[in-house]
């Protein structure tokens, strides 16, 4: 039955995604493992239990919206979107292959269920915003959900997009930033710190909430909670760990976008299985 | 029955920024679905006369142009008709790979209609004479590219714009032009238009180059030289039939933009010739280097963007057809 709000259920589900992105990864044999894993329960959070979608109906006209700024997770998110039948789940081994549905990076032409093209970081607020905006405009109650990542907030455009959410008043858009204190070239506050993030964020009218990134009932809610907060948009900062799920990507910055070798993924594997 | 008294014909000037900027709010009243950004320049770029009616459709986003961009994205995406304005060298160069990435990679029905393209900018000076924009928007996959050369073009660009789906770069500027097409001027996707015949050479233009075209061919006239002029406004999809036809007929050609002379109609054109037939082509147009500030008509002569510089060019390719 969907929604799903069984949080043993939902964490059940979490584990077999974790499985799909690494089985993706491996074979795709590039890719961004560490992301993907980061943000893993915050999107199950989302597409299986919170946002109101039909599952496999990529045109629902009453659907909720989510757009994955942070387009470096697009495996987890087409793990997810195949499990809930935009696609066959058979699709998820042809990642990143010539002539597949699944891009390297999220294709709004390729593939059902993926709302905006992205991966060229720091665009995807603004385009949520476009989307609240759109819908405020229309009379309509959906939602408008965005997964930012903490090095993505580096760029200028996301501050611009802040100010532009606070500016109308954009109570019907919730971002949700993967604190995964991580970026290529090292930890976030060794390449650029974003800190003081829940003050900045507060600082640009947005309100804030802070949760544990992997406890599934504790993002659920805070989801819950943004719904009801009225002339201003919400953001959750969920602390999260890179590569979480399998000890040898966690926190380790060389899997933010390289593959496991062949013993990393069977230990993988075995890890996920064993959870 | 005695003669008519004689009238003088004084040509009538219309600016093409002030044309969108009163066609947009009268499609405001026909479309619901349109709505309209602006990154503070409403005044310069002519939404205000939109954002007037239509307060509740029309978002100053300030000074930032990349999240206008990414917001008219949405806009779209939601099902509205964005047009999303600001000056041509912030719309096209500052928010370039915002362009890139969310409007031209997913198709999106966004319409950015920028003004102050090229140098009759004027007193700004070079930093905000876009001499690059259709360069840039022209190397974008799905993107439709525009330059209107008088008030009635510009109308029925902005109408035809609002019914396709897809998106649309349009370029106004910020000096008034003569009005050469009727009122009644229909916009067709991928035409150009022939606006005078003749035989020895081909001048093409683009925006305010094809008045200027039309004094060339006046002046050449007076030499026996007949020059056919063309009206791409269209850039792209570019006219290559109309292109190709005026080659075979004349034998040679020349091209003017107020433009940087690579990447804007002169390459455009000389990629259609190269492959399908090649003729001697000059190429009128701004030479690797910026703007700078002055009044218009001094900065066209310093660039080499008059009738005379035109004519000069008709003669030099005309020189070369001769030995080829």
Redesign the interface.
């Known amino acids: 039955m969907y929604p799903i709000s069984d949080p043993n259920q939902l964490k059940e589900i979490a584990r077999q995604i974790r499985l799909d992105i690494v089985e993706m990864l491996y074979r795709a044999g590039s890719g961004h493992v560490g992301g993907s894993l980061s943000a893993t329960d915050v999107l199950v959070a989302l597409f299986f239990s919170h946002m109101h979608l039909e599952p496999g109906n990529a045109c629902y006209p009453e659907r909720d919206f989510f757009v994955l700024s942070k387009g470096h997770a697009a495996p987890a998110l087409y793990a997810i979107l195949a499990r809930l039948g935009y696609f066959p789940r058979e699709e998820l081994s042809t990642l990143r292959r010539f002539g597949s549905h699944l891009q390297g990076h999220p294709d709004s032409k390729c593939t059902p269920g993926v709302e905006v093209a992205t991966g060229s970081l720091g665009q995807g607020l603004s385009v949520a915003n476009g989307l609240a905006l759109a819908l405020k405009l229309n009379r309509r109650g959906q939602r408008v959900y965005a997964l930012l990542g903490d090095g993505e907030i580096q760029e200028g455009q996301i501050w611009e997009a802040a100010m532009t959410a606070s500016h109308y008043s954009l109570d019907n858009l919730t971002a949700i930033l993967d604190r995964n204190r991580l970026q290529i070239d090292g930890r976030t506050k060794e390449v650029m710190s974003v800190e003081p993030l829940a003050a900045k964020w507060e600082a640009f009218g947005w309100h804030t909430a802070q949760v544990d990134g992997h406890s599934i009932p504790d993002i659920l809610e805070a989801l819950k909670a943004c719904g009801g907060i009225i002339g201003r948009p919400s953001i959750i900062i969920a602390h999260t760990t890179k590569g979480k799920g399998v000890s040898i990507f966690e926190d380790n910055v060389k899997f933010h976008g390289v593959t496991p070798t062949t013993e990393e993924y069977q230990q993988a594997v075995r890890e996920l299985q064993l959870r | 029955m005695g003669a008519l008294p004689e009238t003088v014909q004084v040509p009538v000037k219309e600016s093409t920024r002030v044309e969108y900027g009163k066609i947009l709010a009268q499609l405001g009243e026909e479309y619901p679905d349109i709505?309209v950004l602006d990154a503070d320049l409403s005044g310069s770029t002519q939404t205000a006369r939109f954002a007037k009616i239509f307060k509740?459709?029309f978002?100053n986003?300030?000074i930032?142009e990349?999240?206008?961009?990414?917001?008219?994205?949405?806009?779209?995406?939601?099902?509205?008709i964005?047009f999303a304005s600001t000056f041509a060298i912030f719309a096209t160069g500052r928010a370039w790979?915002?362009i890139r990435?969310?409007i031209a990679?997913?198709?999106l029905n966004v319409k950015i209609v920028a003004s102050h393209g090229g140098i009759t900018v004027g007193e700004d000076g070079g930093s905000h004479q876009s001499v690059e924009d259709l360069a840039l928007m022209r190397v974008l996959p799905n993107m439709v590219v525009l330059v209107p050369a008088d008030g009635p073009e510009t109308r029925a660009m902005v109408r035809w714009a609002v019914t396709y789906q897809g998106p649309v770069y349009i370029r106004t500027s910020r000096i008034p032009f003569p009005v050469i097409h009727d009122d009644s001027h229909i916009f067709k996707l991928g035409r150009g238009h022939l606006l005078r015949e003749g035989d020895d050479v081909t001048l093409a233009g683009i925006g305010l180059m094809v008045h200027e075209c039309l004094a060339a061919a006046e002046l050449l006239a007076q030499k026996g030289v007949s020059a056919r002029v063309l009206n791409l406004s269209c850039l792209k999809p570019l006219d290559w039939e109309l292109v190709v036809d005026s080659a075979r007929r004349t034998g040679c050609l020349v091209t003017a933009e107020e433009h940087s002379a690579t990447g804007g109609l002169g390459s455009a054109v000389s990629e259609v010739l190269t492959e399908f037939y090649p003729v001697p082509q000059l190429r009128v147009g701004i030479r690797d280097t910026f703007g700078m500030s002055g009044k218009p008509e001094e900065l066209l002569k310093h660039f080499g963007l008059t009738p005379e510089d035109i004519a000069k060019a008709a003669l030099k390719a005309m020189a070369r057809k001769a030995r080829s």
């Open positions: 709505v509740d459709r978002f986003v300030g930032a990349q999240d206008m961009m990414g917001t008219a994205a949405g806009l779209a995406l939601g099902g509205k964005p790979e915002q990435q969310t990679y997913g198709s």
